[in-house]
C-alpha cells in the first residue's frame, strides 16, 4: 500500500495555497511518459487521497497507486528547496 508521509501532505498543502487552487482541487499524482507528474486535480472513483488537516491534498490514480505499491512519498529539504522523494 502506498504511503505519503505527513510532511508529504503538508507539502502539497502549501503548493496549492501558493497556487491559489480554488476550494476542492487537490495535487493529482499521474503516469506520464518520462515517469510520474503532478498537476492540479480532484478525486475520481478508485483513486488513493490522502489528507492534511482534513482537506484531500493528494490523488493518486489507482494504477498509479497500485505500480507503487510498498513505496513512501515523502518530502525532503536540500539547499533551500523541497524535493519529493519515493522509496521503498
Known amino acids: 500500500m502506498l504511503t505519503v508521509t ?7 498543502a502549501q503548493m496549492l495555497d501558493q497556487a491559489n487552487a480554488p476550494e476542492g ?6 503516469a506520464q511518459e518520462q515517469g510520474l507528474g503532478i ?7 478508485g483513486d488513493s ?6 482537506k484531500t491534498v493528494l490523488v493518486v490514480e489507482e494504477q498509479v497507486a497500485q ?7 515523502d518530502v525532503q529539504e536540500a539547499d533551500g528547496a523541497a524535493k519529493l522523494v519515493i522509496t521503498k
Open 67 to 73: 505500480g507503487l505499491g510498498e513505496h513512501t512519498i
Open 6 to 12: 505527513d510532511a508529504a501532505c503538508a507539502h502539497f
Open 25 to 30: 482541487t487537490s495535487i493529482r499524482l499521474v
Open 49 to 54: 487521497t490522502f489528507d492534511h488537516d482534513g
Open 39 to 45: 498537476q492540479p486535480g480532484s478525486s475520481r472513483d
